[in-house]
T-cell receptor, first 112, second 112 residues
Framework: DAKTTQPPSMDCAEGRAANLPCNHSTISGNEYVYWYRQIHSQGPQYIIHGLKNNETNEMASLIITEDRKSSTLILPHATLRDTAVYYCIVRDPKAAGNKLTFGGGTRVLVKP | KAGVTQTPRYLIKTRGQQVTLSCSPISGHRSVSWYQQTPGQGLQFLFEYFSETQRNKGNFPGRFSGRQFSNSRSEMNVSTLELGDSALYLC???????????FGPGTRLTVT
């Protein structure tokens, strides 16, 4: 799986949009970008994933650059409950092996 | 649909004992994976089961074993517990071999 680089931490004001960047310059053509988050002492929560087109669901939007070397997760209206560690992962879902490898992630603190 | 459930949520054992953890996947999901999460090592893949067969295995000693039942529920067993086995054990399920994973809340195991 390709390696990802994320800032270690960021603060966000409640009610504002949170933009979380992720670099994945070695991503291959079959690899998707996945985002998960983990709230303290809970299991990771799937957020969204995409291949090349921008994606949106009820939780977030995923913007992938045209060269696919970086992406941004957007939480449109951050709430205090969005405080968590956010992990960006790139992997080929059809590759042998199911294991997810989480890097350091970005620790997001939403402030009132 | 109900999410992934894990029992027990918390467990305290002493060195040398064995422990069995249980995971019930989301209804209709046939794949169950197990992970160990510690502050030092992060999230590490243990093994994955699909339709009662172990499909993938991580780099853990033979003390760690698992199985999956015909209803897709899975158990993980750790024998001869060591202090280093203290961790959050996470179970994740997915519908098919290429789908995104959904995690349970985890079982926090403390070995004294």
């Amino acid at each position: 799986d390709a390696k990802t680089t994320q800032p270690p931490s960021m603060d966000c004001a409640e009610g504002r949009a949170a933009n979380l960047p992720c670099n994945h310059s070695t991503i291959s053509g079959n690899e998707y970008v996945y985002w998960y988050r983990q709230i303290h002492s809970q299991g990771p929560q799937y957020i969204i994933h995409g291949l090349k087109n921008n994606e949106t669901n009820e939780m977030a939007s995923l913007i992938i650059t045209e060269d696919r070397k970086s992406s941004t997760l957007i939480l449109p209206h951050a709430t205090l409950r969005d405080t968590a560690v956010y992990y960006c992962i790139v992997r080929d879902p059809k590759a042998a092996g199911n294991k997810l490898t989480f890097g350091g992630g970005t620790r997001v603190l939403v402030k009132p | 649909k109900a999410g992934v459930t894990q029992t027990p949520r918390y467990l305290i054992k002493t060195r040398g004992q064995q422990v069995t953890l249980s995971c019930s996947p989301i209804s209709g999901h046939r794949s169950v994976s197990w992970y160990q999460q510690t502050p030092g090592q992060g999230l590490q893949f243990l093994f994955e089961y699909f339709s009662e067969t172990q499909r993938n295995k991580g780099n853990f000693p033979g003390r760690f074993s698992g199985r999956q039942f015909s209803n897709s529920r899975s158990e993980m067993n750790v024998s001869t517990l060591e202090l280093g086995d203290s961790a959050l054990y996470l179970c994740a399920s997915r519908q098919g071999m290429t789908a995104e994973q959904y995690f349970g809340p985890g079982t926090r195991l403390t070995v004294t």
